[in-house]
């Protein structure tokens, strides 16, 4: 399994700063020590706009901001983005632009009358998702049996530490970043980020989360421009209608070679037959939760 | 088992409009049809101030908003709730107060110069902690052990459908409010909503719930004054930091008879010994993530 080497970005799970020796006991009243992963807020503001304070794992914070507020449509594509500032002791990150942003002058307008205008907000990114329609892109079942069994063996804090999500970018076979973070949005938002900072195209990529297939993971990724999106984790109805809606592929409890298919199925090519091969217990995931 | 019996709440997976019926295909190419949790926006007004779009199953949305809005610090302990108007067609759930509470006062101050505020809030959370301790109570593992088994056992929208989580406050050997959400946060915030519409005190009580130990987890638990959080998942650093500050007993991985302690393990009591009890892969929850 060679593939590997072509990743861009893998997990770091020896990076310092990230996890955390902790003391405790276990059901055997044994003492043990346990590697367990890090968790820090971190502020993100638009310009002089405070906009959110995430719990993050602390790596890539650029790309998160970038991705996070690309993604919630505070960031339009035509954007300028002039700066990006991590302050580590402020825990505190600004992102600026050359002129105020769309979303901005929204956003003051609306907190005139009734505040932080989320709800506008949301119904504005569910307008943004009517008008799109993702590239009708075939998915080869060979890709997604070579992709997970990568994924799972690859060396993550998953692996070492437990408690954590990941999400892969990935293109045909080759996994090319894989994120990790405490929120499953985050890693996702960090892979926006960095599509954004390298100018990456999502048409001909698949998507990877070990996360569910909720209506927010389905509209971060259509924004994103990606036409496939893998779980390892269940479905909601309102993500598999958005997912219809913009003809996105999505497939989930992808485990093994097993998996289930409820949105563009008429995308998929079974170029593998099924083997009945299962995932090893060293890594089958169950704690991400 | 008829213990059951006395839960005050349990999970209806049988309810009207909690999941649906979706159509897909599998791994063999065989057509499927699943049972699918439903998720709905919920955006939750407190007086003329709109405060967040939650996603949310659909179910108990008075205790999910009175929750939130407590948990969350914007609603404190001494202010009257005069109404929780609920308006289905909108998807929009107004908590109104006897007299503008605090929140609103100090957002009102905030937004003037840098919008929503939340990291002011945040702060604000961290702070109230401070103050806190949880009363020392003692925890059985014959508890632990006889409460993972019946939630794991009781019929639920996790059993049928699947990619749910749930959050389950117990006394004892004995579980009394089970909820389930989309969201792993809604889960513990309904709960925390009863307890309060209910005047329930938190301090002989134990929290279960299915979501990751985080910070987050952590402080939503202190703050409803329930000294012991128990998870199937695993934890993060700063949760148990905060676990430690606030006298919690945190304990993780709890799965068949097997648990990791990592808070307070001097308030554990070892009175059923470990007899390699597993759980039966019907009941082992691995994709609500």
Redesign the interface.
Known sequence: MTRNNSCLITPQPNALGL??R????????AD?T?N??????L?I?LN??????A?TIGDYSEYLAVGFLSNQGMLAKDETVLSVSFEPELQ?IVVRTDKPTNYETK?QKK?QT??????TL?GDIIETLEGLTLPNSKVS?SWLYSLTKQINQMPSLYLS???I?GTVLCKENQPLVYMED?G?HNAVDKVAGWMRGNQISGADKIMYT???????MVIKCALMGIPVLVS?????????ELADQVGLTLI??MRG???????G?ER?I?DRS?EGEEEDQKH??????
Do not use: N
Not at 232 to 240: C, D, M, Y
């Open positions: 996890t955390k902790v003391q405790g006991i276990d059901h055997l009243g043990i346990l367990v992963v890090e968790e820090r807020p502020t503001w002089g706009q405070e906009i959110v304070t719990m505190t956003l907190t009734s505040g932080c205008a989320v709800g949301f079942t530490a437990g408690a999500h405490v499953r070990t996360g569910r297939l909720t209506s927010e390892r984790s269940g479905f909601t109805a309102w993500g598999v989930g409890r070679q097993r998996f289930q298919c409820l949105a199925s998929l079974y099924f089958r995931r169950k704690s991400a939760q």
